[in-house]
C-alpha cells in the first residue's frame, strides 16, 4: 500500500515508520525543514526508543521517504493525518488550526476512491464536519477518523503491536470500501486478532479523549487519597498496591507523585471540557476540572515539602532535581511537572540545578532561566536537597551512599515513589515521598520491623 503520513512529530514520525516496516511504502511529509532534513539522515528529531533504528531500517530498503513538499503525497492511497492539536492561547479548547490546513492542502491532490485516515486527537464533531467538506473537494474520497492511543516512551511497540484499532466511518456497514483499505494498512494486527471497532465519527472521537480522561481521573484520584494519606500518616503506595489487587480497580496507573504532564493529558482533558460546553454538557465533565485542580496541586505540594524539608526557607538553598521530561524514556517536556516545580522553587529563591538524561535541551529552551548540567554526578555535587521529579531507570538505581558522597546533605524527596526508600534512609538519608510517611533511619528501621 502507499501511504503518505502529514505531520511528523511524535506520533506522525513513529506512524510513518511503523508503516514502513509494515511493508507499505511511505512518504513523510513535515512543513519543519530542519525536521525533515534529520528524518531523511535517519535521525528521530526526538527521544523515543528504537525509532532510530526502524528509520535507519526503512529507509535503507527504501520504503521510506520525507520531504516538505505536499505534493508528494500523489499516488499514495491512504493519507493519515497526525498533525498535533495543542490547546488554544489563552482558551481551553483544542488548536484546530494544523489539522485543517493539512486537511484542505491535502484535498488538492486527493485522487478518487483515496482515503484520509485522522489520527489527530480532535474535539467530537470535527471528522463529521471534515467528512461534509471532503464531500464537495474530493466526492469519491473518503475519510476515516482513527484515533491513536500510543504512549511516548512506548510509541514504537504501541504502533506496531497496538491493543485496539477504532476506525470511525460515515457506514460502518461491511461494504465500506475505506474500511477495508485501512483493514489492508493494518493487516499485520488485524491477522492477531487485534480488536477492531468500527464505528461513528463521533463515537471514534469520543473514545480517544475519553481514555486520556479516565487515565487523568486516575491518577488524580490517587493523588487525592495522597493528600489524604499525608494528613492521616497513612502510605498511599501501600494503598495503591492493596486497592490493585482487587481486578476491576487495577494497580496501572495508580501511581501517586508530582502528577500527570505532557504534550496529551493535560491538554485533552481540558478541550474536553471546553467542548462539551459548547455542547451543552458542561455539567457531565465539571468533575475534570476538579481532576486538573488536584494534578495541580501536586506541583505545589511538591515545593511546599521542599519548603519544610529546608527547615521553612528556600532562599539560596541548592536544591538538584533529577528529571526535566515529562516522564522517562521521553525528552518531551511539555507541561512537565518537573520543569513548573523547579521554576516555582528558583522563583521562590532556591539555586536549582536541573538535570536529565535527554530532555535537558528541550528544557532550555523553555525555561532559560534554569540551570542544568548533563551529569547527574555533578549536578548533585553540593546540594542540599535532591527531589527525583522523572523516573528515568538511571535515577531510580542510584546508590544512596554514594550520592551521599556528593551532595552537602542528606535529604531527598521521591516526587514519584520509586526509590527504595529503606535502603536511602539506611545510608543515612532522610527521605521523603508524596503521600508517605516522612521517614530517616531510626523510624525506617521500625517500619522494616513491623
Ligand atoms: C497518553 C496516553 O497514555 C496514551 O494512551 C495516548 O495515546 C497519549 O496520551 C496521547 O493522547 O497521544 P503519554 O502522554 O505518552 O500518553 O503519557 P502517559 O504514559 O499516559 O503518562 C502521562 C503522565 O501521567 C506522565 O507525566 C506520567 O508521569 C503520569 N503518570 C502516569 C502518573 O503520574 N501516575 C501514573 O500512575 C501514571
Known amino acids: 500500500m502507499r501511504i503518505s503520513v502529514i505531520g511528523c512529530g511524535y506520533l506522525g514520525a513513529v506512524h510513518a515508520a511503523a508503516m514502513a516496516k509494515l511493508g507499505h511504502d511511505v512518504v513523510g511529509i513535515d512543513v519543519d525543514e530542519n525536521k525533515v532534513r534529520q528524518l531523511q539522515n535517519s535521525e528521530a528529531p526526538f527521544f523515543e526508543p528504537g525509532l532510530p533504528e526502524l528509520l535507519h531500517e526503512a529507509q535503507a530498503a527504501g520504503s521510506l521517504t520525507f520531504s516538505t513538499d505536499i505534493s508528494h503525497v500523489e499516488g499514495s492511497q491512504v493519507h493519515f493525518i497526525c498533525v498535533g492539536t495543542p490547546q488554544a492561547k489563552g482558551e481551553y479548547a483544542a488548536d484546530l488550526s494544523y489539522v485543517e490546513d493539512a486537511f484542505f492542502k491535502l484535498a488538492k491532490y486527493l485522487n478518487p476512491a483515496d482515503v484520509v485516515v485522522g489520527k489527530s486527537t ?38 506496531l503491536q497496538p491493543d485496539r484499532l477504532v ?57 487525592a487519597m495522597a493528600e489524604v ?25 495508580l501511581n501517586a507523585g508530582v502528577g500527570f504532564g505532557g504534550g496529551c493529558l493535560p491538554k485533552d482533558i481540558r478541550g474536553f471540557m471546553a467542548r462539551a460546553g459548547q455542547l451543552g454538557a458542561d455539567e457531565a465533565l465539571t468533575f475534570l476540572r476538579e481532576v486538573d485542580n488536584i494534578n495541580m496541586r501536586r506541583r505545589s505540594r511538591l515545593v511546599e515539602l ?9 532562599i539560596g538553598k541548592r536544591i538538584t532535581m533529577l528529571g526535566a521530561s515529562f516522564k522517562p524514556d521521553s525528552d518531551d517536556v511539555r507541561d512537565s511537572p518537573a520543569l513548573s516545580v523547579a521554576a516555582q522553587l528558583q522563583l521562590q529563591g532556591a539555586a536549582v540545578t536541573v538535570t536529565d538524561p535527554f530532555a535537558i535541551n528541550n528544557a532550555r529552551k523553555r525555561f532559560p532561566e534554569l540551570h542544568y548540567l548533563e551529569s547527574t554526578q555533578e ?19 542510584l546508590d544512596p551512599v554514594t550520592v551521599a558522597t556528593k551532595t552537602a546533605a542528606r535529604i531527598i524527596i521521591d516526587g514519584r515513589n520509586v526509590l527504595d526508600s529503606a535502603s536511602w534512609c539506611d545510608a543515612g538519608w532522610k527521605y521523603r515521598g508524596m503521600g508517605r510517611p516522612a521517614l530517616d533511619g531510626r523510624n525506617s528501621q521500625m517500619m522494616a520491623s513491623l
Open 122 to 159: 480532535v474535539p467530537v464533531g470535527t471528522a463529521g464536519r471534515l467528512a461534509e467538506s471532503l464531500r464537495s473537494l474530493a466526492p469519491e474520497a473518503e475519510l476515516i477518523w482513527n484515533p491513536e492511543f500510543l504512549r511516548e516512551g512506548h510509541a514504537v511497540n504501541d504502533t
Open 167 to 223: 476506525y470511525g466511518a460515515v457506514t460502518s456497514d461491511e461494504e465500506n470500501e475505506a474500511v477495508a483499505r485501512l483493514d489492508e494498512v493494518y493487516a499485520d494486527a488485524l491477522l492477531r486478532s487485534v480488536p477492531r471497532i468500527v464505528t461513528d465519527y463521533a463515537t471514534a472521537e469520543l473514545v480517544k479523549v475519553s481514555a486520556n480522561s479516565f487515565l487523568a481521573t486516575k491518577i488524580s484520584f490517587i493523588n
Open 229 to 253: 494519606c499525608e494528613v492521616a500518616g497513612a502510605d498511599v503506595k501501600v494503598l495503591a498496591d492493596a486497592i490493585g489487587l482487587d481486578e476491576r480497580i487495577g494497580r496501572k496507573f
Open 306 to 314: 521542599a519548603r519544610e524539608v529546608l527547615g521553612g526557607s528556600l
Open 379 to 397: 549536578a548533585l555535587e553540593g546540594a542540599e536537597l535532591v527531589v527525583l521529579v522523572t523516573e528515568w531507570a538511571e535515577y531510580v538505581n
